[in-house]
């Protein structure tokens, strides 16, 4: 058994009051850096107002975090251990979209009962994250790049190729970073790259085995391929 303790009742209903409100909050982050990175010529107004929704979003992590640290009961440290992807998520706000992956959890599982198989939940969720943190991604390269001297990522459209190529672990070499913090991205995305290759495949792989097994048990004894 875990010796994990339970999640305190007031700290569960704050998580279900807030998922909707995260996910929404991290859409608008990205809907505002997307859009101050891309549009080159936005008048002043606007970048500054996307920069304050942009900033407005990181707060709604920050309470969230703030108010679930407090009614856990559990010291601080405790609390980053036991909820390390959150921690993980305040601090690096290319990761904030990855909330809307909760939200469609929440959604497969009305009626407390998932829609999707556990494999099919597996391989669609890495989908889902592999977009939302692809085009994260992209934006961010993109905005480091952009400009540089010796840059080779010139527009987005080669940002997100050579993203493609990182998250698939394929690594092309037509375009490459040359900025620290545009090198810096990459790495995460090959790390990210890598994590959700080996679930879908491994999810995937084991889907299979699973089919053969049961087409196994109910094929007669005797009766297989190539038995005369």
Known sequence: MSDRPPTPPREERWDRRME???AVASLVYLGAYALRVLAHDLPDFWRQL???LTFAAWAVFVVDYAVRLRLSGLPPWRFVRRHFLDTVVLL????RPLRVVRVYDRVQRRRDRPRLTLYARVMAYAGLST???GFAGALAVYQAEYGAEGATI???GD???WTCATLATVGYGDVSPV?????????GLMACGLALLGAVTGSFSSWLIQVFTREDEKRPPGDFPGAS
């Open 20 to 22: 909707t409100p995260l």
């Open 50 to 52: 996307c920069l304050a």
């Open 92 to 95: 690096l706000p290319l990761l």
């Open 131 to 133: 977009g939302l943190i």
């Open 154 to 156: 010139r527009t987005f």
């Open 159 to 161: 940002s997100v190729w």
């Open 179 to 187: 900025t620290p913090w545009g090198r810096l991205v990459a790495v």
